[in-house]
């Protein structure tokens, strides 16, 4: 991509964060350097019962200071958590939706599993006490297009809107729509993901879902890469961003933590043994076990304009499956050549957020560029034998020229996404 198409290419103003080691953008990326994970024992139901106890879950989050009280009976946990890095989110671009034309501004949103908890308490409501204390606003608040819909009443943002429903994959998907929004002419697009399942009923469709590592040990349960990988942890939480025209953001004076260059997905269709297995791939695992992903990286660079030798770092999608893990070091190593170029996975800190996860990695690769610096992946000490990638373990990894990333995101059931991001043009 040249520095013409850099200075053109949608920017990124603005980062709200959700995450189980930092509620908010600086407290989650301070952990994330420090290497603190925030996967921990569940404290939000008595896991006893379940074989797996273990979860990321977002800490001292505190309802009624983020979300009108008047909102609260209508809401569930993951709008809620929705509409607090949304408006982290806008705050840190400093950007005031009032200010544009009408219909300029819009949202979209990843979002895989609604608002489950919500939908739980409906249903013990309905089968203890009938349908008549099912609330009115299960119509609407279980849904998976409700974070989207609640970002913009409550930020007037009436352009064009909507919400992507890939999995892991849709943050990735969601930030790829609101790019295209972006060039349609839309000024400013909040997008993104945020996912949290973390009740009973959601915990009953993790466990049929499969592939959570049953270990106790959280510093032992979610080893992206090892050999001793033996599944992943589920997490709550994501990102959400501020994207804007360059050219309109430059004139406002704002600051741009990097751009959306360039966007690719594939899906594992039939022969791959993923995309309608009940488990979502052949794998069994979080994954599709399909080797599409190296597919969708080629399709990013080659949208961005750029080859593999541009790119400093991978933000890997990292399932914590051993034959996800390798599948997916064989199309880097394919890509760029064995261990060519650093690869992370901070997500080792966070367990898989669903929708979430990708979202939070498009966060963690900007802060890279930003300040020059790849965040390390935890628990994982050295990348198994047959996953020949440069994993970035241990400490942040700093020293190096870091001004393209490519983050990569497979979601359950055969989606593969990848976006390239770069930093600003100077």
């Given at each position: 991509?040249?520095?013409?198409?850099?200075?053109?290419?949608?920017?990124?103003?603005?980062?709200?964060?959700?995450?189980?080691?930092?509620?908010?953008?600086?407290?989650?990326?301070?952990?994330?350097?420090?290497?603190?994970?925030?996967?921990?024992?569940?404290?939000?139901?008595?896991?006893?019962?379940?074989?797996?106890?273990?979860?990321?879950?977002?800490?001292?989050?505190?309802?009624?200071?983020?979300?009108?009280?008047?909102?609260?009976?209508?809401?569930?946990?993951?709008?809620?958590?929705?509409?607090?890095?949304?408006?982290?989110?806008?705050?840190?671009?400093?950007?005031?939706?009032?200010?544009?034309?009408?219909?300029?501004?819009?949202?979209?949103?990843a979002n895989s599993a609604g608002g489950f908890e919500f939908g739980q308490r409906e249903l013990e409501a309905l089968w203890s006490r009938g349908g008549r204390h099912v609330s009115a606003y299960q119509s609407f608040a279980w849904f998976y297009a409700v974070n989207?819909?609640?970002?913009?009443?409550?930020?007037?943002?009436?352009?064009?809107?909507?919400?992507?429903?890939?999995?892991?994959?849709?943050?990735?998907?969601?930030?790829?729509?609101?790019?295209?929004?972006?060039?349609?002419?839309?000024?400013?697009?909040?997008?993104?993901g945020i996912d949290s399942s973390l009740c009973p009923w959601g915990w009953a469709a993790h466990l049929a879902g499969g592939g959570l590592s049953t270990e106790p040990d959280p510093a032992r349960a979610y080893l992206p890469f090892d050999r001793d990988a033996s599944?992943?942890?589920?997490?709550?939480?994501?990102?959400?961003?501020?994207?804007?025209?360059?050219?309109?953001?430059?004139?406002?004076?704002?600051?741009?933590?990097?751009?959306?260059?360039?966007?690719?997905?594939?899906?594992?269709?039939?022969?791959?043994?993923?995309?309608?297995?009940?488990?979502?791939?052949?794998?069994?695992?979080?994954?599709?076990?399909?080797?599409?992903?190296?597919?969708?990286?080629?399709?990013?660079?080659?949208?961005?304009?750029?080859?593999?030798?541009?790119?400093?770092?991978?933000?890997?999608?990292?399932?914590?499956?051993?034959?996800?893990?390798?599948?997916?070091?064989?199309?880097?190593?394919?890509?760029?050549?064995?261990?060519?170029?650093?690869?992370?996975?901070?997500?080792?800190?966070?367990?898989?957020?669903?929708?979430?996860?990708?979202?939070?990695?498009?966060?963690?690769?900007?802060?890279?560029?930003?300040?020059?610096?790849?965040?390390?992946?935890?628990?994982?000490?050295?990348?198994?034998?047959?996953?020949?990638?440069?994993?970035?373990?241990?400490?942040?990894?700093?020293?190096?020229?870091?001004?393209?990333?490519?983050?990569?995101?497979?979601?359950?059931?055969?989606?593969?996404?990848?976006?390239?991001?770069?930093?600003?043009?100077?």
């Open positions: 991509m040249s520095t013409a198409a850099t200075a053109t290419a949608p920017a990124v103003t603005g980062i709200g964060v959700a995450a189980p080691n930092g509620l908010g953008l600086k407290a989650w990326w301070a952990a994330v350097l420090r290497g603190e994970s925030g996967i921990r024992p569940l404290t939000r139901f008595d896991a006893s019962p379940y074989p797996v106890r273990l979860a990321g879950e977002v800490p001292g989050f505190v309802d009624e200071e983020h979300v009108p009280s008047r909102l609260l009976q209508q809401t569930d946990r993951v709008t809620r958590l929705s509409l607090a890095a949304a408006k982290e989110a806008l705050d840190d671009a400093g950007a005031d939706p009032a200010d544009l034309p009408d219909y300029a501004a819009g949202v979209v949103t989207s819909g609640q970002i913009s009443i409550r930020h007037g943002l009436r352009g064009a809107s909507g919400v992507i429903v890939t999995e892991q994959a849709g943050g990735l998907d969601a930030t790829a729509h609101a790019r295209r929004q972006i060039r349609k002419g839309a000024h400013l697009v909040i997008t993104g599944g992943y942890v589920v997490g709550e939480g994501g990102a959400h961003l501020v994207l804007e025209d360059a050219a309109r953001a430059r004139e406002r004076g704002a600051r741009a933590y990097g751009v959306i260059a360039g966007h690719g997905a594939a899906f594992d269709g039939p022969g791959s043994g993923s995309a309608g297995g009940p488990a979502g791939g052949a794998s069994g695992g979080a994954v599709s076990s399909g080797c599409r992903l190296g597919a969708a990286a080629e399709a990013a660079l080659a949208d961005a304009g750029i080859g593999p030798g541009d790119v400093d770092v991978v933000f890997a999608d990292a399932a914590g499956e051993r034959t996800a893990d390798r599948r997916e070091a064989e199309a880097l190593a394919e890509l760029f050549g064995p261990r060519a170029v650093p690869v992370t996975a901070p997500k080792s800190m966070t367990g898989r957020l669903a929708a979430g996860g990708s979202a939070l990695d498009l966060a963690a690769a900007l802060m890279a560029l930003h300040e020059q610096v790849v965040p390390p992946t935890t628990g994982t000490s050295a990348p198994a034998d047959d996953c020949p990638v440069d994993l970035v373990t241990g400490a942040p990894r700093t020293g190096l020229r870091l001004r393209t990333a490519l983050v990569l995101a497979r979601g359950r059931g055969g989606f593969n996404s990848a976006v390239v991001v770069r930093a600003p043009a100077a």
